[in-house]
T-cell receptor
Framework: GNSVTQMEGPVTLSEEAFLTINCTYT??????LFWYVQYPGEGLQLLLK?????DKGSNKGFEATYRKETTSFHLEKGSVQVSDSAVYFC????????????FGKGTLLTVNP | GAGVSQTPSNKVTEKGKYVELRCDPI?????LYWYRQSLGQGPEFLIY????????DSGLPNDRFFAVRPEGSVSTLKIQRTERGDSAVYLC?????????????FGPGTRLTVL
């Protein structure tokens, strides 16, 4: 079956530090890949997505590249801000007939000023 | 416009009781999903509706769980004879068509606590 493994947290960084959150997946076929973010007190929101191999998703300074050869979709940001503090979830949708999402366990990021 | 809404935001019940959780999707969205998120875990799929029909209920853990969407809009997740292990945040999401590239928009969730 489908599964997503992401870096265990929590991750604590200082403002302007470089961020990487690792994500690898197992799936049949050609999944679409997503990063969702949950800010404190808010619901899950889509951060970025990539729908085929070598695609790069980007949003709000975050980037992730769909690497089929390594089955990975690592999230990166060059310079984090305090406002990036949140829980980040890697997810995949492998098609079929319903496109349900399979999520990783989430990584808590705290950015200190 | 309005996003996905869920009511109640919190529900505390006793073991063995029946509960209903409501989801109001974004207007016009035909696809609706229910997920369950336990503490420290990512959301896990429960059921998917396309219109009024449950197209995939493979994630429902057992027959105590049931969901309906009678008019293709609002959905209700129903849990009978609740158990302490049912305690979790129940999330609802909707998307415009349910295809692989359509973003799922999530509601704020209902936190269910079974005492």
């Amino acid at each position: 079956g489908n599964s997503v493994t992401q870096m265990e947290g929590p991750v604590t960084l200082s403002e302007e530090a470089f961020l990487t959150i690792n994500c690898t997946y197992t799936a049949t076929g050609y999944p679409s890949l997503f990063w969702y973010v949950q800010y404190p007190g808010e619901g899950l929101q889509l951060l970025l997505k990539a729908t085929k191999a070598d695609d790069k998703g980007s949003n709000k300074g975050f980037e992730a590249t769909y690497r089929k050869e390594t089955t990975s979709f690592h999230l990166e940001k060059g310079s984090v801000q305090v406002s990036d503090s949140a829980v980040y979830f890697c997810a995949l949708s492998s098609g079929g007939s319903n496109y349900k999402l399979t999520f990783g366990k989430g990584t808590l990021l705290t950015v200190n000023p | 416009g309005a996003g996905v809404s869920q009511t109640p935001s919190n529900k505390v019940t006793e073991k063995g009781k029946y509960v209903e959780l409501r989801c109001d999707p974004i207007s016009g969205h035909t696809a609706l999903y229910w997920y369950r998120q336990s503490l420290g875990q990512g959301p896990e799929f429960l059921i998917y509706f396309q219109g009024t029909g449950a197209a995939d209920d493979s994630g429902l853990p057992n027959d105590r769980f049931f969901a309906v969407r009678p008019e293709g809009s609002v959905s209700t997740l129903k849990i009978q004879r609740t158990e302490r292990g049912d305690s979790a945040v129940y999330l609802c999401a909707s998307s415009s068509t349910g295809g692989p590239y359509n973003e799922q928009f999530f509601g704020p969730g209902t936190r269910l606590t079974v005492l």
